[in-house]
């Protein structure tokens, strides 16, 4: 049994091609049904403003499968400790033994987290997308951005945050790699001559809607990943011309679809049943596994809604130990 | 972030009275609503015939929470390893980081499981209990006997399991504790003089009926954990005085309430909902927090269905921590 440190991990592991193709291939083993998904785990600690998630999934034929431990416990900046943590237990699929514990300080849900938002680009954006609207600067903004160049040729970045501080500090970050970055004081104006929009903020309420979507653009929204989160008004979602998530019952229970299941502003709220939706509901896994063409033309508007899944971490726990080992 | 091995954990807890105490201060806290306990997190890995489940529980005031994996791969005995294994992760439930990782390869499931019966018959068994029936003969037969000596002056046991070469081996070890062991060939024969009977089998069909209990009988059953495996018949539940669980939740999905749920056999077969059972759920959190007196005289019949919680699981790694440490 062997034990890794996030040092020796984030050596190990980077945004590159190869994590990019591990992930993806999670995610295709998922859509071709050769994986094995429990729901997410998930516990509240009220009195210490925390919870923890745990996911997991078996992907036929690996050797291995991963449990990650995401424990966000929101009051830790005051104590000057970050607020998101966590740890993967990987163990052998054919004896259950434990064989790594991967302290990754939740380096590692990073990495497969901007992975996917890359993975949804190059599945669905235009293949000449150039510019990027981020709303949102914290981590994963840069991280989103620094994914999707595996994919795409990105050259500008429009950056929108509620705190402008906040969105300043990101700007410069995004420059030293390079890109060409605008600050922008509102979404319409940040997303006005956008190819791909990516939201990564912890939004209540959603903060983009279907008047801001420029006409062929891309939207992968990666920010909401439990009921209480979302960031797409329903009219992002119709609008769309194709819907794709990670995991649809995630998205119902986690993501952008709970707009659509009893929430007072969805176009058929209450419902929420299968085939009630006014549009059809893709998953990423089956469209990089069938190979489906969801862009038709240069004009169609695609959304994905990412929440995160345990087949994203058990691939990334799996290329990381064969990295590592 | 400290990791401890088998070794060092069994070394530092044993089935005594204080670790009794743990596991029972966290059954109390359940019934008293101060512990957070969500679903067990369960997933197939059918094709090495495995199966992982994750448990998880906060107990409010305390500063710990533990959140344990239990993998069972059953065809492990033939490459030479054991079957169940596990370890469990402590977290701080202030800041959610990792405090310790208890490499226990499943000693603390053992521990807990044996004193969960312990406290069942503590709180539900005639106080001059003597005589015990174990149906099963695994490594919970031993150690529920051995935990039942904290709480009952036992001096006899009436072995049965199905395959005598096992009976005859555990109650040799039961011997060497210095108790009067008779194996039996039939469960009926085993349970005549029981004042407790504890079945500790992975069965999937009852091998307990009602026709099998003694006048004032105590019975916990430990073995069913999972919505595959069954001991009691459903007639031994409609004959309790009292019937108590240590989760409802868990009971009806992995337990012997299952059999009221839908199963063939159950006298409410197909119902399952909310109070069409014929006979009054009592959970053991419940019973320990209010002290409620389920045995009204000394030929009561009660029965206790444990499947396993999380918050024995973090009663007994707080326990641990604190030996430890």
């Known amino acids: 049994m062997q034990l890794f440190d996030r040092a020796a991990i984030s050596a190990a592991v980077t945004l590159d091609q190869d994590a990019l193709s591990a992930v993806e291939a999670g995610f295709a083993a998922l859509g071709r049904g050769e994986a094995v998904q429990p729901p997410i785990l998930s516990m509240a600690i009220e009195e210490a403003n925390g919870e923890v998630d745990v996911k997991t999934a078996h992907i036929r034929g690996f050797s291995r499968f ?11 900046p005051k104590r000057g400790l970050p607020s ?22 939740g380096y590692l849900t990073m990495v ?8 949804a680009a190059k599945h669905l954006s235009r ?20 994914a999707l160049r595996l994919v795409r ?5 429009d950056l929108w945050a509620r705190r402008p501080e906040a969105a300043n500090d990101c700007a410069e970050q995004l420059r030293a790699m390079g890109l060409a970055v605008t600050v922008h004081e509102s979404v319409r104006a940040a997303c006005a001559e956008a190819d791909i929009i990516v939201t990564t903020t912890p939004s209540q309420q959603p903060i983009l809607s279907a008047a801001d979507l420029p006409e062929g653009v891309h939207v992968t929204a990666m920010g909401s990943d439990s009921p209480e989160k979302r ?4 009219s992002v979602l119709t609008r769309a011309d194709a819907f794709v998530c990670d995991s649809r019952a995630q998205s119902e229970r986690n993501g952008e679809l709970k707009a659509f299941a009893g929430s007072a502003d969805g176009p ?42 345990g087949v994203q971490d058990t691939a990334i726990a799996d290329f990381a130990l064969s990295r590592l080992t």
């Open 231 to 234: 960031e797409l008004d329903a």
């Open 127 to 146: 293949t000449d997308s150039r510019r990027v609207a981020v709303l949102g600067a914290g981590e994963q903004a840069k991280r989103q951005v620094e």
């Open 84 to 105: 998101l943590n966590g740890l993967m237990m990987v163990f052998s699929a054919q004896t259950g033994l434990v064989e790594a514990v991967l302290f990754d300080e």
């Open 268 to 309: 058929s709220a209450g419902s929420g049943a299968d085939g009630e939706l006014p549009f059809k509901v893709f998953e990423l896994g089956q469209v990089i596994a069938e190979g489906q063409r969801l862009r038709l033309t240069p004009a169609t508007i695609t959304v994905c809604d990412l929440t995160g899944t």
């Open 66 to 76: 991963a449990i990650k431990v995401s424990p966000g416990f929101f009051d830790n």
């Open 153 to 157: 040729d990105i050259e500008a970045v």
């Open 112 to 119: 497969r987290t901007a992975l996917a938002g890359a993975i």
